[in-house]
């Protein structure tokens, strides 16, 4: 199954996600086009192509990665949206939380996240943990591909 595909990473949070989640792809050897957006307003932006993207839309996701915020009302909204969405709602998504944050943990599932995995305070941790995430949604599970 180790097949090019396109994952989509949403930095809701404080620190950036994006270098850590794509130096953990470069060290698993994934072939996954990666792509940042700075927030779920830019998350929606993309997927219905507004904004910036309407003139240069990127592909529509295989997988989503987001850094979730808890305390960002908007993020839980756009994943809802997201999920209720014909087109984009088989979408797998990815939900990082820290650990201060697993009250959170049954409104991520409520609202259709595939996985909730808990974000270490530490970028090695967090880059190791990235790395059995990338083998398994890459090598063992079938993504769906994008309408």
Known sequence: MNKPQTLLIVENAKDSACPTI?????QTMHQADTHCVSDCVELNHYLERKGRWET??????????????PVDAGAFAS????????DLRRI???????AE????LAACYDI???SVVERPACDKA???RLKILCDYWFDHVELPTPR
């Not at 240069?56 to 915020?69: A, K, M, T, V």
């Not at 994943?79 to 014909?86: D, E, G, V, W």
């Not at 797998?92 to 820290?98: E, N």
């Open 92 to 98: 797998p998504v990815i939900a990082f939380l820290r």
């Open 101 to 104: 944050s697993h009250a959170f």
């Open 126 to 128: 967090f880059e190791e």
């Open 79 to 86: 994943l809802r949206a997201l999920k209720q969405h014909p």
């Open 112 to 114: 259709g996240v595939n």
């Open 22 to 26: 794509e130096r953990a792809l470069r």
């Open 56 to 69: 240069e839309p990127g592909p529509i996701p295989n997988l989503i990665c987001i850094d979730l915020d």
